[in-house]
T-cell receptor, first 114, second 112 residues
Framework: AQSVTQLGSHVSVSEGALVLLRCNYS??????LFWYVQYPNQGLQLLLK??????LVKGINGFEAEFKKSETSFHLTKPSAHMSDAAEYFC????????????FGKGNQVVVIP | NAGVTQTPKFRVLKTGQSMTLLCAQD?????MYWYRQDPGMGLRLIHY???????AKGEVPDGYNVSRLKKQNFLLGLESAAPSQTSVYFC???????????FGSGTRLTVV
């Protein structure tokens, strides 16, 4: 079964500092991986995705993630946090042969400290 | 282009009452999904549909039923609401060719 692990439910980062959110997955086949962001009282919005090809993926709002097969990881980073980055972030893996179903991690609530 | 629209946005039910949540998408997507979001649990799949007239169970289907009579609509029903069903419910849709799911803005349901 596919699963996603996100450690640390709450992450505090100072404005201007590096944002690093860790995601590890298990998958029986080459994975398709996603990061979604949820702003308060809103639905989920795609930040970026990895399917095939280049392992460093750039997304919206200055975020990027790197797929590392040997580490089964897909960590999300942003060099400099902005107050508007305060949100909840979810890592997800596509379930193989699962009709595009996604398995989600438990999420990271990011707080940006001025 | 509305994307995925969920109604209602908020609802309070008494234990034992029934209700239906409506999800509508205007992107001609084949696949539709219902998730529930609970603090510290992420999103868990309740039911999903791969096309008009088809439905299938997800991770946490108990206590819920669904129907997909029209391609653009996916209904989630609670026949006898329980406090454990207090949650935020999200509908999503995706196409067979694109991998990205589009989410609605959610329905916050409280069962008292």
């Amino acid at each position: 079964a596919q699963s996603v692990t996100q450690l640390g439910s709450h992450v505090s980062v100072s404005e201007g500092a590096l944002v690093l959110l860790r995601c590890n997955y298990s998958s029986s086949v080459p994975p398709y991986l996603f990061w979604y962001v949820q702003y308060p009282n809103q639905g989920l919005q795609l930040l970026l995705k990895y399917t095939t090809g280049a392992t460093l993926v750039k997304g919206i709002n200055g975020f990027e993630a790197e797929f590392k097969k040997s580490e089964t990881s897909f960590h999300l980073t942003k060099p400099s946090a902005h107050m508007s980055d305060a949100a909840e972030y979810f890592c997800a893996v596509r379930v193989p042969y699962g009709n595009n179903r996604l398995a989600f991690g438990k999420g990271n609530q990011v707080v940006v400290i001025p | 282009n509305a994307g995925v629209t969920q109604t209602p946005k908020f609802r309070v039910l008494k234990t034992g009452q029934s209700m239906t949540l409506l999800c509508a998408q205007d992107m001609n997507h084949e696949y539709m999904y219902w998730y529930r979001q609970d603090p510290g649990m992420g999103l868990r799949l309740i039911h999903y549909s791969v096309g008009e007239g088809t439905t299938a169970k997800g991770e946490v289907p108990d206590g819920y039923n669904v129907s997909r009579l029209k391609k653009q609509n996916f209904l989630l029903g609670l026949e006898s609401a329980a406090p454990s069903q207090t949650s935020v419910y999200f509908c999503a849709s995706s196409s067979g060719t694109r991998l990205v799911a589009t989410f609605g803005s959610g329905t916050r349901l409280t069962v008292v």
